[in-house]
């Protein structure tokens, strides 16, 4: 039997993209991905606003964004395995159910403190949904409508992301920010209606009964806590700066020791053995690193220094939202037929020109000739790259393993924006004596260009190290579908599955993941 179907009951049968089940299957892991992604822009646009309710100041403002994101970038690789082991279906609505009461916590908070507090919350919730919401797609799908329904939902997604900081800003121009989150609630309630009714349930068989590697998560939570409070808090001085960076090393080294000996780690170290797997996640970390800072700095810029209102910043990001939806769909379906290494190249490329016409903003810009061109060169860099990224990323994964790989992914995603909010305006002097003065200006112009140099980095990686042939098996069709096109095709397809099928399992050593060989030096069954 193929892996891909081992990750389903026996009765449940591959889904199709143009089926009901499967429009609707998509349906529910856009709305629910989309739930954590307007999260993590949306709030950008109410900072403002949030830090005049509260009397926050810039670095208390950096934690508000950084809370949500080191808790889901720490916690999203044990949501991933988790889901593979409980059920994907049920691992998802936990954490749509988490992140809605975490988000009314977020709207009642009454001091910055509990915003932060609150927002970590926020963030384990989105680390149960996220990757539960791309690998119900990976494990769900027939294989060669998989790259079109991972292009959809990357697109929709975008879009849902691009919408945030408008709706974002509407929201506090004509009630309170706290609506920012509590608006949440009702559109929790419907992704978990959608959810029970249409979404089926998939697992890993071979993970019944594996306890989860709880100390793992916790381990990598304290590694990257350490390291972020060393970055924000950095104008502290010595005396927090070291301990920080003592604990955060001290993490690191534990939740090394801790993987290599776990009999199911949350974050199997082996698998970045496998080039591809390597190639694709250290691309995703410099892209989203690249991205990182120009979300969380854009808007506030926009109405701190260029004087537009919130619901100005906002829009700001419509054309991406266009562009997105437009284009994804179809760049991961060209993806699968060209390979991806060449729109993972062009990609962050174009984005990058996209940022540094976005550094040219300043006070009394305008929108049309100084914050559209820019915007929108940037959205077609995305467009182009995010679909084959995300396809690429998995492809590297058998799909009974699409949490962990999903999760990996994510982890990588988020890690790289977490640093670079933290990181990127400490190194281009934004502080809390700079913010709301004229000197955010200059601050704001140097981050931008790091991140575009961020951006033509990844770009140039991918270019070097990414495999043109990594999407080769999602342009075929399942056992029963073989020879539809072709029939001396699908005669090499079976036969090259059934010889797949007699090799040995992985030593534990080296996963099923890595796809190299086991200990007698045989390949490893994929």
Known sequence: MPHESAARSPAQQPLTY??????????????????????????????????????ADFTALQWTVSAYALTLASFILLGGTLGDRFGR??????????????????????????????????????????PGSLSILQSSFRSKDRARAIGAWSGLGGVATAIGPLLGGWVVD????????????????????????????????????????WSGGVLGALALAGLTFALI??????ASVLPALAVALLGAVLFWWRERRAPYPVLPLGVFAAGQFSATNAVTFFVYGGFGALFFLLVVHLQVVAGFGPVAAGS???????????????????????????????????SASGILLLARIGADASYVLDVLPGVALFGLGLAIMVAPLTSAALAAAP?????????????????????????????????????????????YRQALWLSAAILAGAGTLAALVVRNDLLLDEGEDDGDDVGDDDGEQGQRLAEGRAETSQLPHCAVGAPPLMGACDHEGKPCRR
């Open 18 to 55: 143009t089926s009901a089940a499967g429009r609707w299957t998509l349906l529910a892991t856009v709305l629910g991905s989309a739930l954590a992604g307007i999260d993590a822009t949306v709030v950008n646009v109410a900072l403002p606003a949030i830090g005049a309710d509260l009397d």
């Open 89 to 130: 279906r049920r691992v998802f609505l936990i954490g749509v159910g988490w992140f809605a009461v975490a988000s009314g916590l977020c709207g009642l908070a009454v001091n910055a403190e509990m915003l932060i507090g609150a927002r970590a919350l926020q963030g384990v919730g989105a680390a149960l949904l996220t």
């Open 174 to 213: 004509v009630a309170s920010w706290r609506w920012v989150f509590l608006i949440n609630l009702p559109l929790a309630a419907v992704v978990a209606l959608v959810a029970l009714r249409h979404v089926p349930e998939s697992h890993d068989p071979g993970a019944d009964g594996s306890r989860a590697d």
């Open 233 to 238: 808090e950095s104008d502290a001085g010595a």
């Open 316 to 350: 700001a990001l419509l054309p991406v939202t266009v562009i997105m939806l437009l284009l994804s769909s179809r760049s991961g379906a060209l993806a699968a037929r060209i390979g991806p290494r060449l729109q993972m190249s062009v990609g962050p490329l174009v």
């Open 399 to 443: 799909p009974e393993h699409a949490g962990m790989a999903s999760g990996v992914n994510n982890a990588v995603a988020r890690t790289g924006g977490l640093l670079a909010v933290a990181g990127i305006p400490l190194l281009a002097g934004i502080g809390v004596d700079t913010y709301d003065s004229p000197a955010f200006a200059d601050g």
